[in-house]
C-alpha cells in the first residue's frame, strides 16, 4: 500500500519559517517527481513546488526566494523548508508524487493527507 504522509504543520507568526515532510513508502519512487501543492479555504488548490528524480527543482512565483524543496532519495522523503511566512500562505499543504509530467499538470499517482500551515499577522 502506497502512502504518503505529511508532517510538520502547525502555526507560526508572520515572518516565521516551518519545514515540511513528506515520507513515501509501499513501493520504489525511483524516477519519480515529487512536489507540494496547498489549497487555502474556499481557494482552487495551486501548485506550490516540484522537484524531479535529479532534483531539478520548480516553484510557484507567489513562494520563489522565500520556500525550498528537496528531496533525499534513499529516504524516499521530499521536504519544504518554508521561510519567511506570510498570512496568504495558510493552507492545507499536500505532497504529491508521480511521473513528472503527471506532477507538472497537477495529476500526480499519490497524494498525501495534507498538513495544516497556518500563519498569524
Known amino acids: 500500500q502506497v502512502q504518503l504522509v505529511e508532517s510538520g504543520g502547525g502555526l507560526v507568526q508572520a515572518g516565521g519559517s516551518l519545514r515540511l515532510s513528506c515520507a513515501a513508502s509501499?513501493?520504489?519512487?525511483?524516477?519519480?517527481?515529487m512536489g507540494w501543492f496547498r489549497q487555502a479555504p474556499g481557494k482552487e488548490p495551486e501548485f506550490v513546488a516540484r522537484i524531479t528524480w535529479t532534483s531539478v527543482t520548480y516553484y510557484a512565483d507567489s513562494v520563489k526566494g522565500r520556500f525550498t524543496i528537496s528531496r533525499d532519495n534513499a529516504k524516499n522523503t521530499v521536504y519544504l523548508q518554508m521561510n519567511s511566512l506570510k498570512p496568504e500562505d495558510t493552507a492545507v499543504y499536500y505532497c504529491?508524487?508521480?511521473?513528472?509530467?503527471?506532477?507538472?499538470?497537477?495529476?500526480?499517482?499519490?497524494w498525501g493527507q495534507g498538513t495544516q500551515v497556518t500563519v498569524s499577522s
Open positions: 504529491a508524487a508521480g511521473q513528472t509530467t503527471a506532477v507538472v499538470h497537477a495529476t500526480p499517482d499519490y
Open positions: 509501499g513501493r520504489t519512487f525511483r524516477g519519480y517527481a
